[in-house]
């Protein structure tokens, strides 16, 4: 079974505060993405990554930034945390080429984020 | 751009009753259109899929088709049961760019004995 894991279930931090969102999958996929969800808002794409370094913006990047060195690895890091980003965080990732037809990525259990 | 609308919640329901959960999509071009089922306290998974007009997609139960003319992805089944109680997530994914979706804002599904 594909597994991603999130390396923390719930944070506390203080504004200000660099945030550092590990996830690690182990079934080789290229594609890791990050998403926040948020009540009424439903899931919203952060970043996403397709190759180890490469990294693209998603919907609402302002505030984060990511890290790719190894293929099984995405970071989520929040330079300097502020209370708008209080969220739950969902990594995920996929096969190249294959989730614009089968559209399965794999989530982690998520991190939920509370900042204050 | 891409955006997904579905019904807000919740919806709650008694067990055996039939459900309904609205979708509906704006694209370009001929989108893949997904389900995803979010249980308390688990992250997503896909529940089911079509990639094509007037394909049905299905699992569990559950059921969607991909209506082109009238731009739905209702999801539906005949007989919920209480552990059917999650959030739901309609989505689509172009064929073109990146393998990113677009997730609608989902619905909570409530299933009572």
Same mark, same amino acid.
């Given at each position: 079974d594909v597994k991603v894991t999130q390396s923390s279930r719930y944070l506390v931090k203080r504004t200000g505060e660099k945030v550092f969102l590990e996830c690690v999958q182990d079934m080789d996929h290229?594609?890791?993405?990050? !998403?926040?969800q948020d009540p009424g808002l439903g899931l919203r794409l952060i970043y996403f990554s397709y190759?180890?370094?490469?990294?693209?913006? @998603?919907?609402?990047?302002? @505030?984060?930034?990511?890290s790719r060195e190894k293929k099984e690895r995405f970071s989520l890091i929040l330079e300097s945390a502020s209370?708008?980003?209080?969220?739950? !965080?969902?990594?995920?990732s996929s096969l190249s080429g294959t989730a614009r037809v089968t559209g399965e990525l794999f989530f982690g259990e998520g991190s939920r984020l509370t900042v204050l | 751009g891409n955006s997904v609308t579905?019904?807000?919640?919740?919806? =709650?329901? #008694?067990?055996?009753?039939?459900? =309904?959960?609205?979708? $509906?999509?704006t694209a370009t071009g001929y989108p893949s259109l997904f389900w995803y089922v979010q249980y308390p306290g688990e992250g997503l998974q896909l529940l089911l899929k079509a990639t094509k007009a007037d394909d049905k997609g299905s699992n569990k139960g559950f059921e969607a088709t991909y209506r082109k003319e009238t731009t739905s992805f209702h999801l539906e089944k005949g007989s919920v049961q209480v552990s059917d #109680?999650?959030?739901?997530?309609?989505? /689509?994914? =172009?064929?073109?760019?990146? #393998? $990113? /979706?677009?997730?609608?804002?989902? =619905?909570? /599904?409530l299933v009572s004995p």
């Open positions: 290229e594609n890791m993405f990050w !998403y926040r190759d180890v370094k490469m990294k693209e913006k @998603g919907d609402i990047p302002e @505030g984060y930034s990511v209370t708008n980003q209080t969220s739950m !965080y969902l990594c995920a | 579905q019904m807000e919640g919740p919806v =709650t329901l #008694s067990e055996e009753a039939f459900l =309904t959960i609205n979708c $509906t999509y #109680s999650a959030v739901y997530f309609c989505a /689509l994914s =172009t064929n073109s760019g990146y #393998s $990113t /979706l677009t997730f609608g804002k989902g =619905t909570m /599904l």
